[in-house]
């Protein structure tokens, strides 16, 4: 994960560069959210090994109530979202702000370099 946060905050320095985002800040993120995607558990391209899913999301257990925005496509849930990849993004926000960090054509919030 390491990598990842580290390129993440080096191209926002360039795009943003008054930002001042951190990557000790999006690792304490990830950490939280997903403990650095289950220990470092990525391929080589940075892709978890198997999804990591947040709670259902349907306002129990102290969770928000969050009704499906995806139709199941990143949270296999067509009823609830459910927040997804390391670190933990809901499906609505993704779709707005995704991205494709590590260059292979597709943003997908289960590659540590795209979700960062």
């Not at 496509?73 to 609505?92: H, L």
Request: proline share 6%.
């Amino acid at each position: 994960m390491f990598p990842a946060y580290r390129r993440a905050t080096a191209n926002l320095a360039v795009v943003r560069p008054n930002c001042g985002l951190t990557w000790p800040l999006l690792a304490g993120i990830g950490k939280v959210e997903s403990d650095h995607a289950s220990g470092g558990r990525v391929d080589v391209a940075g892709t978890t090994r198997g999804r990591i899913l947040g709670p259902v999301l349907n306002g129990r257990h102290g969770n928000g109530r969050i009704t499906d925005t995806d139709k199941g496509k990143y949270d296999a849930d067509q009823t609830w979202d459910r927040a997804v990849g390391p670190m933990q993004i809901i499906p609505q926000v993704w779709d707005e702000y995704g991205a494709d960090g590590n260059g292979d054509g597709v943003g997908n919030p289960n590659n540590v370099y795209d979700a960062v």
